[in-house]
């Protein structure tokens, strides 16, 4: 069984990548993300995980022609969409790298960012050493990531809540609890942390939070993981469905100067 409440197709992930961008959310965070950056006119930064350029444009803005904007992804088709956006931007320099292996001199940036990228890295610790060797002394790194964790979906069988938030921090993300995990890490990798932001967005509807949490699609493969049963995942979904609906999680903006 379906529901017109669930998206049943994985989006795109350009497509996935936009949405969230433009949404209440996501514009709410980003912006706050930018504020800590503390960008200004000749500031060189680096957008770590850049996607499809989704936020090169503000990072332009903020350094002015006198600075410059390096996007780093790891993925071609990222970065081929990310320089199709960019096209005439000549402050903006989009490169195919990994952020395990920056192809950057030590001590050549200013700022950095990472949104929602170290959740999925292979090796966290190593990424950040890396970010710190190519920031220059007293360089500001922002990071925001989820701590999955700490997912949050009401529901009246809390056992069948676990099961979901189970799958989802065990076998969905590869590093779930990253969030609560950043100040320490880049604490380790050379970085001093003046400042965690932590930002708990709240769903009450539905089908804004499974735009972003992909409720059926992850449900359904969490039966396939042997989280759930085929019934259980019918009145997990079913009550979802019909509502009231409560979900959260917390995202953490993390602050760190090399």
């Known amino acids: 069984m379906t529901s017109s409440a669930f998206e049943t197709a994985k989006p795109d992930p350009v497509t996935y990548l936009d949405r969230l961008a433009t949404s209440d959310l996501g514009r709410s965070y980003k912006r706050r993300m930018l504020d800590e950056l503390d960008l200004r006119a000749g500031h060189r930064v680096l957008d770590l995980g850049c996607g499809p350029g989704t936020d090169l444009e503000a990072l332009a803005a903020a350094v002015t022609p006198a600075g410059a904007v390096i996007g780093v992804d790891h993925d071609q088709n990222m970065v081929d969409a990310a320089r199709a ?24 940036a200013d700022r950095a960012r990472t949104d929602r990228v170290l959740q999925h ?4 610790l190593a990424a950040l050493g890396e970010i710190c060797r190519v920031l220059r002394p007293g360089g500001r790194l ?3 990531e989820p701590d999955w964790e700490t997912l949050a979906v009401d529901h009246p069988d809390s056992d069948l809540t676990r099961a979901y938030t189970r799958h989802v921090a065990e076998q969905v993300v590869r590093n779930a609890a990253i969030g609560r995990q950043l100040p320490r890490l880049a604490t380790e990798s050379g970085f001093t942390v003046p400042t965690v932001i932590p930002v708990t967005p709240v769903f009450r509807d539905v089908q804004a939070a499974d735009k972003i949490l992909g409720l059926e699609r992850t449900s359904r493969r969490a039966v396939e993981a042997d989280y759930f049963t085929d019934d259980a995942v019918e009145a997990w979904l079913s009550h979802l469905r019909q509502g009231p609906f409560f979900a959260a999680v917390t995202f953490y903006i993390v602050v760190a100067e090399a």
């Open 142 to 144: 922002v990071m925001g």
């Open 85 to 108: 956006r960019m096209t005439g931007r000549d402050v903006v320099d989009v490169r195919h790298a990994d952020i395990h292996d920056l192809p950057m001199p030590d001590h050549s």
């Open 121 to 124: 890295v292979a090796d966290p």
